[in-house]
């Protein structure tokens, strides 16, 4: 059999794909639910996507009160770093939306698209790589926490002590993480 060639599929998902099957059992509001969450998160991507650009390109927004805008503004104002990778291994990273360390300040931001519940606990753990990465201590600086969502901004000042438990976490479980890696081996 000469099977027809879809290479411009190759590594996407079909929304109805056979990996994701639950569908099959879907009533039709969980179907349209489930397609209009896809959909946002799609959204969210490339609203993503178009913050890093102004940010990298250094083009503010309209002075309104927008969630995009006052993140996407307040990142030049700053002269934050977007979409920037923190790394301690290869077990934990991530990526900060917006990064800045200025004059002994650590400051975090997360634009956030969605409507869900968010918790600053995923900048605490940036913050942590951040330190980890670099070197600092997290009492000898400053740290500004911020979540940009649904048209408000939330500020956390960086508790060191929460940044340092982190660390340790972080440290701890990578090492039991590569312990077991070796056992399986």
């Given at each position: 059999?000469?099977?027809?060639?879809?290479?411009?599929?190759?590594?996407?998902?079909?929304?109805?794909?056979?990996?994701?099957?639950?569908?099959?059992?879907?009533?039709?509001?969980?179907?349209?639910?489930?397609?209009?969450?896809?959909?946002?998160?799609?959204?969210?991507?490339?609203?993503?996507?178009?913050?890093?650009?102004?940010?990298?390109?250094?083009?503010?927004?309209?002075?309104?009160?927008?969630?995009?805008?006052?993140?996407?503004?307040?990142?030049?104002?700053?002269?934050?770093?977007?979409?920037?990778?923190?790394?301690?291994?290869?077990?934990?990273?991530?990526?900060?939306?917006?990064?800045?360390?200025?004059?002994?300040?650590?400051?975090?931001?997360?634009?956030?698209?969605?409507?869900?519940?968010?918790?600053?606990?995923?900048?605490?753990?940036?913050?942590?790589?951040?330190?980890?990465?670099?070197?600092?201590?997290?009492?000898?600086?400053?740290?500004?926490?911020?979540?940009?969502?649904?048209?408000?901004?939330?500020?956390?000042?960086?508790?060191?002590?929460?940044?340092?438990?982190?660390?340790?976490?972080?440290?701890?479980?990578?090492?039991?993480i590569e312990a077991l890696k070796q056992e399986s081996i």
């Amino acid at each position: 059999m000469l099977f027809n060639k879809h290479s411009n599929l190759t590594g996407t998902h079909a929304f109805l794909g056979a990996s994701n099957y639950h569908w099959i059992n879907y009533s039709d509001d969980k179907l349209d639910r489930a397609f209009l969450l896809a959909q946002a998160s799609r959204r969210g991507v490339e609203l993503h996507e178009y913050a890093r650009m102004a940010i990298r390109l250094g083009r503010r927004q309209p002075d309104n009160s927008e969630t995009l805008n006052m993140y996407v503004n307040d990142a030049i104002g700053f002269g934050m770093t977007p979409e920037q990778i923190l790394f301690y291994s290869i077990n934990c990273y991530g990526t900060a939306d917006t990064i800045g360390f200025r004059k002994d300040k650590l400051r975090i931001h997360d634009y956030k698209s969605g409507v869900s519940k968010t918790s600053e606990k995923q900048l605490y753990v940036y913050a942590a790589l951040f330190c980890l990465e670099y070197g600092i201590k997290p009492h000898m600086i400053t740290t500004e926490l911020r979540i940009y969502q649904s048209d408000e901004v939330r500020v956390y000042p960086g508790d060191p002590e929460e940044i340092v438990y982190i660390m340790d976490r972080i440290v701890t479980f990578d090492k039991r993480i590569e312990a077991l890696k070796q056992e399986s081996i």
